[in-house]
Antibody
Framework: QGQLQESGPGLVKPSQNLSLTCTVS??????????WSWIRQPAGKGLEWIGR???????NYNPSLKSRVTISLDTSKNQFSLKLQSATAADTAVYYC????????WGKGITVIVSS | QSVLTQPPSASGTPGQRVTISCSGS????????VYWFQQFPGAAPKLLIY???QRPSGVPARFSGSRSATSASLAISGLRSEDEADYYC????????????FGTGTKVTVL
């Protein structure tokens, strides 16, 4: 299992898309059967699972976010990505990527603020 | 939005045993495995328990998990100062489409 690093804009304007990338630094993202997940945590609050993608491309999403979320793989860059459409202030949070069916490997997280 | 309910806080003195409860339903804890995560301030969560009671390599044996019907619990025996952290239970929920749900979280304080 490799190291994970989130990247993307730290500030997003309301109504714009929130897009983040997680780079896998060890091992191919598709060389093994595995799950790649996104989780977020608003400041001072609990964890919220956003969704995950399997190495085959199959996805599962949180029903509360499903209409706005897309998780995808970029095998050429060994990355997986999160796109959250029509962001609002309620989407302000620390966003984590994680690896494994058990989510036993996590990135350090990236803070995203949705504000004009 | 969480469907897994935990007490907001728990505390104990060094050496004591502390137990954290996690209450769910038949669509999550009642039908699938329970996971526990530990999170220190400013850090990413860490998997502590999986498949109800199993510990990943490196997790001390004083952390133990159990599940009964639609509830689960995490016990910390021989509480240590470095155990002061937030703890979250989690499970898969199949009430709509399969999705992963975290508990509300419990802050453990070592007195």
């Amino acid at each position: 299992q490799g190291q994970l690093q989130e990247s993307g804009p730290g500030l997003v304007k309301p109504s714009q898309n929130l897009s983040l990338t997680c780079t896998v630094s060890s091992g191919s993202i598709t060389s093994r059967s595995d799950y790649w997940s996104w989780i977020r945590q608003p400041a001072g609050k609990g964890l919220e699972w956003i969704g995950r993608i399997y190495s085959s491309g199959r996805t599962n999403y949180n029903p509360s976010l499903k209409s706005r979320v897309t998780i995808s793989l970029d095998t050429s860059k060994n990355q997986f990505s999160l796109k959250l459409q029509s962001a609002t202030a309620a989407d302000t949070a620390v966003y984590y990527c994680a690896n494994g069916s058990l989510m036993d490997v996590w990135g350090k997280g990236i803070t995203v603020i949705v504000s004009s | 939005q969480s469907v897994l309910t935990q007490p907001p806080s728990a505390s104990g003195t060094p050496g004591q045993r502390v137990t954290i409860s996690c209450s769910g339903s038949s669509s999550n804890i009642g039908s699938d495995f329970v996971y526990w995560f530990q999170q220190f301030p400013g850090a990413a969560p860490k998997l502590l328990i999986y498949n109800n009671y199993q510990r990943p390599s490196g997790v001390p044996a004083r952390f133990s998990g159990s599940r009964s019907a639609t509830s689960a619990s995490l016990a910390i025996s021989g509480l240590r100062s470095e155990d002061e952290a937030d703890y979250y239970c989690a499970a898969w929920d199949d009430s709509l489409s399969a999705f992963f749900v975290f508990g509300t979280g419990t802050k453990v304080t070592v007195l």
